[in-house]
């Protein structure tokens, strides 16, 4: 009931598109920083995404995030985007906030982007905790200014959470994947 009662309010209060979804894809499954390229036949579409990379385990409010960049094409035919679908997924400990604030640390200049975010009912299964997702609509230059970036970090609620070099390198191919005409 209380899930119900904090959606409906967020709907009323808040300016970005909340939905409510049951599960992350199980994360046994997936094979952190790998592109995936697959075709939708119903919309003749091609998607391109990178398989979640986890930036951040247990810090402050947040039990855990991930990252998961994608874009897609029309058709078969590889067409650059003008923007990337930039997805942070969380699982958090506490109520999520309504008013959640969140900006991209590029080597140090401060980049806000606009989102959809949606709440995601038992992220893990097994415990009774709660997850979001947020998409972040990211123009095609930004990506470019991350894949050449020394330092990148999300600030949320407050807590800034670095990429790895590990994840840096993984967005960096991802990226390259973005320019490529070969997908």
Same mark, same amino acid.
């Given at each position: 009931? &209380?899930?119900? @009662?904090?959606?409906?309010?967020?709907? *009323? !209060?808040?300016?970005?598109?909340?939905?409510? /979804?049951? +599960? #992350?894809?199980?994360?046994? /499954?997936?094979?952190?920083?790998?592109?995936?390229?697959?075709? %939708?036949?119903? $919309?003749?579409?091609?998607?391109?995404?990178?398989?979640?990379?986890?930036?951040?385990?247990?810090?402050? $409010?947040?039990?855990?995030?991930?990252?998961?960049? @994608? !874009?897609?094409?029309?058709?078969?035919?590889?067409?650059?985007? %003008? /923007?990337?679908? !930039? +997805?942070?997924? /969380?699982?958090?400990?506490?109520?999520? &906030?309504?008013? #959640?604030?969140?900006?991209?640390?590029? %080597?140090?200049?401060?980049? !806000?982007?606009?989102?959809?975010?949606?709440?995601?009912?038992?992220?893990?299964?097994?415990?009774?905790?709660?997850?979001?997702? #947020?998409?972040?609509?990211?123009?095609? %230059?930004?990506?470019?200014?991350?894949?050449?970036?020394?330092?990148?970090?999300?600030?949320?609620?407050?807590?800034?959470?670095?990429?790895? +070099? *590990?994840? *840096?390198?993984?967005?960096?191919?991802?990226?390259?994947?973005?320019?490529? @005409?070969?997908?």
């Amino acid at each position: 009931m &209380k899930l119900i @009662s904090f959606v409906l309010m967020s709907v *009323l !209060f808040s300016p970005a598109k909340i939905c409510v /979804t049951t +599960e #992350l894809e199980p994360r046994e /499954t997936q094979k952190p920083g790998q592109i995936e390229t697959t075709y %939708d036949d119903k $919309q003749d579409r091609t998607i391109v995404r990178l398989t979640p990379l986890q930036i951040s385990g247990e810090n402050a $409010q947040y039990h855990s995030v991930y990252i998961a960049p @994608s !874009f897609t094409y029309p058709g078969r035919q590889f067409k650059k985007p %003008d /923007t990337v679908d !930039f +997805e942070v997924q /969380t699982v958090v400990k506490t109520k999520l &906030k309504i008013d #959640l604030y969140v900006v991209f640390v590029v %080597d140090g200049e401060k980049i !806000f982007l606009s989102s959809g975010r949606r709440a995601v009912k038992h992220p893990v299964p097994g415990q009774r905790w709660i997850g979001e997702s #947020l998409v972040f609509r990211m123009p095609y %230059d930004t990506l470019m200014k991350i894949r050449k970036a020394k330092a990148v970090a999300i600030k949320m609620d407050g807590v800034e959470f670095p990429f790895s +070099e *590990l994840v *840096l390198d993984n967005i960096r191919t991802f990226a390259s994947s973005v320019n490529s @005409s070969e997908n």
